[in-house]
Each structure stands twice: as C-alpha cells, then as structure tokens.
C-alpha cells in the first residue's frame, strides 16, 4: 500500500509539474509507464475524461502505458474580458495537461481535472484487463485487442471495439456504436444502445446468445438465423393520478444457435446491424 500511494504521487507529479512543459507551447505531452502490483494477475483501467478521445490496445506486455497530449487553448484572437483593462492573462504551464494517475492492487485510475482542453489518450494496456472507460466531449473511444469485462461510454462520439473477447455493455448518445469480438462471454449479459447513430455488432458464428433488439426509427438487419419470438406483444397497464396507460413492447426478441446469455440492441435514429463473423 505505501509503495502504490508513493508511486501514486510519483506520477502525478510528473505528470502535472513537468518543467518542460511552458504555456507557450501549442501542445503539451507525457508518457508514464505504470507498473502492476501482481503483473501476473489480470488488472482494471478506470479512465474518465471531461473531453478527448480515449484509445486502448491490448499487448502482451505486463504494464500499462499511457501517451497522453493536449493542444493548448491559449489563442490570440480570443476576446479578453472588459474589466481586465489591457491586462495580460497568466495561465499555469500544464494547464492543458492536468490529468491523475494512480495504481494501487492493479487497479490504475486516470481522470482529468481539465476542462477547457481536449486531452487525448493512448493507453497500451495487458491483453486481459477489465476497462471502465468515458468521455463526454470532443472525442470517440476506441479498444483494441482487449480480453475482459468492458464497460464504455460517451456522449458526443463514437465507440469502435476491435478484436475483443469477453464482454460489454457500451452506451453512447450522439454517435455510432461498431464492435467486432473475436470470442464472446456468453455467461454474462450485454448491451449497446446509442440515440443518434447505427450499432454495428459482429459476433462469432458459432456464439450462443438470446437477443433483445428495438429501433424506433431505423431498421434491423442480420445474417444470423435468428429464431424470432412472434408472440403477440406483450402490453402492460400502468396508473397514474387516476388515468390508465397501456403500453405495447415493440422489441423483436430471439434466440441464435439455440440460446444463451442475452444481448440487448437499442436505439432510436439510425439502423442496427447483427453480423456473423466471416
């Protein structure tokens, strides 16, 4: 524990108090390598960023690897404040790098306490790693080659998983939503959902899943035999001051290669996409 909170402060300070970072400059950048407690065992990232773009790859080393960059938002033809009178603004030399990170039982938590610059990441992370990752502005999230429990979202970008194994519930609302796994877990339940965008989704041909599906204003496409429920849907009655709602559930409902653990497709403009992998 006194090693981890050491190494802790190690790295944000390296991070935050770099000399060599001036606010002149138009861009500020910083490489950390974080050393795992048990490099044997598998670890978590927790990533959350205010705005920036966030991309992981998956390697076969044992550490993480953080590249991280900003682009100053010092510019000349930016109004000055009227009571200022002339006077010049100061501004600390990092402050468009001003992010955290800390390790501490193979857990590394990164945050960004910046908010007027996008800070953008690229994160070399273990093969197998268990990721909790979001950002809200000015940038997409991107997973490469990732073997684990993967938990993303956003807001104002899109969200690409690439050759990943295991699981993922990923969640963004103004843009597109694509993953490719390579293997599923399908013991654990899955969701993608975005409001404005396609999901895009390709699964092994060989995967065993129950999938629950709804487009309000797009279409559903796949090339798997989806064994459709064609039940009647299923309307429900609610009340409220007196008044009564009845509800009718649109979702198509289905199994492939017989069943298994459930995944949940959901957005309101755009089309969803189910594919077999080739």
Request: aromatic share 4%; proline share 4%; no cysteine.
């Amino acid at each position: 524990m006194k090693t981890n909170s050491i190494l802790s402060l190690a790295l944000s300070t390296a991070l935050t108090l770099s000399p060599i970072m001036l606010w002149a400059q138009t861009e500020s950048k910083e490489t950390l390598t974080i050393p795992l407690t048990d490099p044997a065992k598998p670890g978590t990232l927790n990533v959350g960023l205010i705005a920036g773009s966030i991309h992981i790859t998956g390697t076969t080393g044992n550490q993480v690897i953080i590249d991280a960059s900003a682009k100053n938002e010092e510019k000349k033809d930016k109004p000055s404040d009227a009571q200022a009178g002339g006077m010049k603004r100061i501004s600390p030399g990092n402050a468009a790098l001003d992010i955290t990170v800390t390790e501490q039982n193979n857990t590394v938590k990164v945050n960004s306490r910046a908010s007027m610059n996008a800070v953008n990441l690229n994160i070399k992370v273990p093969q197998k790693f268990t990721l909790v990752v979001s950002t809200i502005n000015e940038g997409d999230i991107t997973v490469e080659n990732v073997d684990g429990e993967l938990e993303i979202k956003n807001v104002n970008g899109d969200i690409k998983l690439t050759n990943v194994s295991g699981s993922a519930v990923a969640n963004t609302i103004n843009g597109t939503l694509k993953a490719v796994f390579k293997t599923v877990n399908t013991t654990s339940p899955m969701a993608f959902s975005t409001l404005n965008g396609n999901v895009d989704i390709t699964l092994p041909g060989t995967a065993k899943f129950d999938v629950k599906i709804k487009s309000d204003r797009g279409e559903i496409y796949s090339d798997f035999d989806v064994d459709v429920d064609k039940s009647q849907p299923q309307a429900t009655r609610s009340a409220k001051d007196g008044m009564y709602k009845v509800s009718i559930e649109d979702w198509v409902k289905g199994k492939v290669n017989g069943g298994g653990g459930e995944i949940m497709m959901k957005n309101m403009n755009g089309n969803i996409y189910v594919r077999k992998a080739k």
